[in-house]
């Protein structure tokens, strides 16, 4: 049964929603750039038959602590690896989407000895200008106040990356606004610190780290993802060489997804290809091993 739980770790407080889950290993779902844990709900619906699962609100979102700086990849890798030892897990399987999928990549560089896998969803590689005007629907909605939450989420389901609409949005999109006693609402992260992240991540430290990654790692693609021929958090072109250049790797097209329905929409694919992916890592260990 899934629930919302604190911890303290690397100076700061981090709301984590601990889906449960059945198996031994763990899974740490890392979200995007404006978004919370909840964006996670679908898919976590199927892993947690076969995985124990949680997903965590990084720094300055969702329910976290928001200090007044250090939005940076490696600041969040930090954060990362400290909850992980105050929950006394040894390794972890990261999954990450977006901003996400860049964390896990650093991972993987900084602290290899704490990953069994690595899942990057809809991204893995440095953020380009194209890319970061693309988001400014995401990012335009920070800040601004609303009448009420159903003035909210109509204007939120017009943007076509959410259509169609469903549940698991509206459960994500109500998780991600401060609800005011007078109906208004607004969202819980600031602008000052997604501007200083994209600042960040504006800066050549991705791509540097893909070749350290030594864990089996599964790239899964959205082929629309901001809907623009050229603008990628992912291209196809990297995403294949990071699967032929990792050992035990592989790329996956999910059809027709774009960067957000990747999650909410093709969790079904995703969620199946992240299980099946899994699976045939552990069936390699297992042969390796009484070898």
Same mark, same amino acid.
């Given at each position: 049964?899934?629930?919302?739980?604190?911890?303290?770790?690397?100076?700061?407080?981090?709301?984590?929603?601990?889906?449960?889950?059945?198996?031994?290993?763990?899974?740490?779902?890392?979200?995007?750039?404006?978004?919370?844990?909840?964006?996670?709900?679908?898919?976590?619906?199927?892993?947690?038959?076969?995985?124990?699962?949680?997903?965590?609100?990084?720094?300055?979102?969702?329910?976290?602590?928001?200090?007044?700086?250090?939005?940076?990849?490696?600041?969040?890798?930090?954060?990362?690896?400290?909850?992980?030892?105050?929950?006394?897990?040894?390794?972890?399987?990261?999954?990450?989407?977006?901003?996400?999928?860049?964390?896990?990549?650093?991972?993987?560089?900084?602290?290899?000895?704490?990953?069994?896998?690595? #899942?990057?969803?809809?991204?893995?590689?440095?953020?380009? $200008? %194209?890319?970061?005007? @693309?988001?400014? =629907?995401? &990012? /335009?909605?920070?800040?601004?106040s609303y009448e009420n939450f159903y003035s909210y989420i109509t204007q939120v389901s017009e943007i076509p990356f959410f259509s169609p609409w469903n549940n698991y949005l509206e459960q994500y999109f109500y998780s991600?606004?401060?609800?005011?006693?007078?109906?208004?609402? #607004?969202?819980?992260?600031?602008?000052?610190?997604?501007? $200083? %992240?994209?600042?960040? @991540?504006?800066? =050549?430290? &991705? /791509?540097?780290?893909?070749?350290?990654?030594?864990?089996?790692?599964?790239?899964?693609?959205?082929?629309?993802?901001?809907?623009?021929?050229?603008?990628?958090?992912?291209?196809?072109?990297?995403?294949?060489?990071?699967?032929?250049?990792?050992?035990?790797?592989?790329?996956?097209?999910?059809?027709?997804?774009?960067?957000?329905?990747?999650?909410?929409?093709?969790?079904?694919?995703?969620?199946?290809?992240?299980?099946h992916f899994l699976k045939e890592v552990q069936s390699k260990k297992s042969i390796a091993t009484k070898m």
């Amino acid at each position: 049964m899934m629930k919302d739980t604190k911890i303290y770790a690397n100076g700061l407080h981090f709301h984590m929603i601990d889906y449960g889950g059945e198996g031994e290993e763990t899974i740490i779902c890392i979200h995007g750039l404006t978004a919370n844990g909840r964006c996670w709900d679908a898919i976590a619906e199927k892993l947690v038959k076969h995985y124990r699962v949680m997903a965590i609100d990084l720094r300055g979102r969702g329910d976290s602590s928001k200090p007044a700086s250090g939005y940076h990849v490696n600041e969040h890798v930090k954060d990362i690896h400290a909850i992980i030892q105050q929950l006394n897990l040894e390794k972890v399987i990261l999954v990450g989407h977006s901003l996400g999928a860049m964390i896990g990549v650093v991972f993987s560089s900084m602290y290899p000895e704490t990953l069994s896998s690595l #899942i990057l969803i809809d991204g893995g590689e440095d953020l380009r $200008e %194209e890319v970061v005007d @693309l988001l400014h =629907p995401s &990012i /335009n909605r920070v800040e601004r106040s609303y009448e009420n939450f159903y003035s909210y989420i109509t204007q939120v389901s017009e943007i076509p990356f959410f259509s169609p609409w469903n549940n698991y949005l509206e459960q994500y999109f109500y998780s991600d606004v401060v609800h005011y006693d007078d109906g208004t609402v #607004i969202s819980k992260t600031k602008k000052n610190i997604i501007q $200083e %992240e994209l600042d960040n @991540l504006m800066q =050549p430290i &991705i /791509n540097t780290c893909h070749s350290s990654i030594t864990v089996p790692t599964l790239i899964l693609w959205a082929p629309n993802c901001l809907f623009h021929p050229t603008a990628y958090l992912i291209s196809r072109e990297t995403g294949t060489k990071l699967s032929e250049m990792i050992d035990d790797s592989k790329f996956i097209e999910i059809r027709g997804a774009n960067h957000f329905s990747i999650l909410f929409h093709e969790f079904e694919q995703t969620s199946s290809e992240i299980i099946h992916f899994l699976k045939e890592v552990q069936s390699k260990k297992s042969i390796a091993t009484k070898m």
